[in-house]
């Protein structure tokens, strides 16, 4: 891995460069790039245009790590809200994504879960669909687990993997197995050689066997959604090719992008019939996602840089 990213994903944990960074007007300029602003109602505003050029939307409000109960359940209940105002928008497809640790997970697991199963129970009542983010390789057996929990009871919940990770290929099998949906990403956090490949190139190989295997006759049974979550053009055609090749329709899997990430692409896609979805991010707890952002891609610095002077 280069060092950009390390620095980067070490930033990322940095409780001094949140507080003091995101005073900045140059950096908060550069990440309305990745952003439409902070409140659900920018969110929902691109989920409009979003939804006018064919392309659906998922929107997770940032934040991770909440330590305080209280503020875990006024972020639940912020997505009960938001799930809500979702059904009353005629005609928008728009699914929520949210973070376990964002639940309270770090300081009691069931209150999480308590949470986690409102929302459920919630997105279920609306016909919509709910979304599990991964967050780092220490908390993907107890996603896991409250997933498969969560799964037992209601039928549209998919959870994200990261192909980084030696583990995922038994992950996937036991996932898909049990008819939840999978939103396969490459993997965005600093992730020790014990437990992930370091190479970029063996996380690209991966997460195509991956792919190839979540497009498996059988492999979507009972429900299991195949989602590939990447910007990278090249695997997408591949994935694209390999798909008619084993005869899945282009209705029976998709894609998900970062809002702002790849938009050309976002819409030659659309315009091709493929399924896409762009996840729509928003809130003030911002800055570790961005920096995860701006690992994945030392070009953005420059685009940072650039906004210094705007
Ligand atoms: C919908 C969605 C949900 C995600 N959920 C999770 C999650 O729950 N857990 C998790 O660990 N990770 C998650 N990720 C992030 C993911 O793990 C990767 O870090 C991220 O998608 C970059 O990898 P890539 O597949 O796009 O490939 P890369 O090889 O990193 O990028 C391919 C190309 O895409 C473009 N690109 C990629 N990233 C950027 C960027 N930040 N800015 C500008 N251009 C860029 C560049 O042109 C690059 O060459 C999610 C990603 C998506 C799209």
Redesign the pocket.
Known sequence: MGVGRTLFLKASDSKWLREHGTKAPFVRRAVSKFMPGESFDDMLVAARAMSVEGIGA?FTRLGENVTDLAEAEAVARHYLEGIDRVAHQAGLSCEPSIKLTQLGLDVDRELAFGHLRALAARTHQAGNYLWI??EQSGYVDVTLDLTRRLRAEFPRIGV?L?AYLFRTREDLAGVMGRGIGV?L?????NEPATVAFPKKSDVDANYLALAQAMLAPGAGIGGARPVF????ITLIDTIRRHATAVNVAPAEYEF???YG??RAAQLRLAHDGAALRV?IAYGDYWFPWYMR?LA??PA?VWFVARSLFR
Do not use: P
Not at 185 to 189: E, F, H, I, L, R
Not at 229 to 232: I, N, V, Y
């Open positions: 998922v983010d991964m994200c990261q939103r990403v490459k993997g965005a956090y979550g990447t910007h990278d998900h992008m970062l990430i790849q996840l952002r994945e891609r953005n």
